[in-house]
């Protein structure tokens, strides 16, 4: 004879395994596991059964209970898994993707880049100051005199506290000196500033590279060799460099560096392209002064100083016809530098 309680069970599970959907399913568990169930009335009646009757349907009852539990979380499962593989289903694998774009460096970023390359393979430290400088870092301790022309506020971009955005990177020579005593082997690259007409070759920002060689018995044959192995190595070895006598407060003597090379697109041409020297005497002395010592002394220490006008550097290498360019963003030109 079956057992109401086997035939129960039957029905539950038949129930289960046919229900259509999440909500059927939890019906039917509320039907027969929830607390006004059958299942639950079942352990009610056993409570009242015989003594000797009592713990084989107690057993019995049990065994449903479990199998009808499985049964819900098996289905459960079921639906669950189903929902999912239908959520991917709806993903085209095949849709082609959101191509990202590669970026690449500036052609400013990578002549600096190049170029600080070459110096430190012949030793030469990275040294930095700030854009907005004072009259002092800027002209005073450069040998620059009152009436000289660069300090005028139509060349000068002045703050209205009298400081100024620097108008070369010569100001890292004093700060590089006032933080440290000879040798010094240091190169600045950065930003200056000047109030220019702006045109194809003159920009309000642009960029040099200083550079300060300070040590025993420093001559213009140091400063000719380090400045044309560097034009070698960035334009090719052919490249001719020539020396022009030229006039900077700061150097003593001053000269031009002009550069030509047939792989350069200006062929012939000799470009200017930075102006160096022997550090003046009065340079050294205005750094002691700032220091409170004799650390440059001029009696026992010499140095050569260069800036390199980046902008200009890159305009070459590069065959770039307006200095503009660098600034404007414009994809076109940028990317033919990727
Ligand atoms: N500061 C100069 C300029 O901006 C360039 C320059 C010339 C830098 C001679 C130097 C130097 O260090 O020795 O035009």
Redesign the pocket.
Known sequence: MIHPLQQLRAEALCEIDSAPDAQALEAARVKYLGRSGSIAAWGERVKTLDPEERPIVGRLLNEVRNAVTAAVAERAEKFRAQKESDALAKIDISLPGTPSENGSLHPLTQMLDHSIQIFRRMGFALADGPDIEDEWHCFDALNTPPEHPARNEQDTFYLPDGRLLRT?T?TV?IRAMQAAPPPMRVIAPGACYRRDEIDATHSAQFH?I?GLYVDKHVSVADLKGTLEFFMRELFGPETAVRFLPDH?P??EP?LQIHVRSKALKRGEQWIEVA???IVHPAVFEAVNKARGDNAYDAEKWTGF???LGMDRLAMILFDIPDIRLFAQNDLRFLKQFA
């Open positions: 070369h010569s020579q040099q200083e900077f700061f150097t001053s102006g160096c020297g100083a260069f800036g």
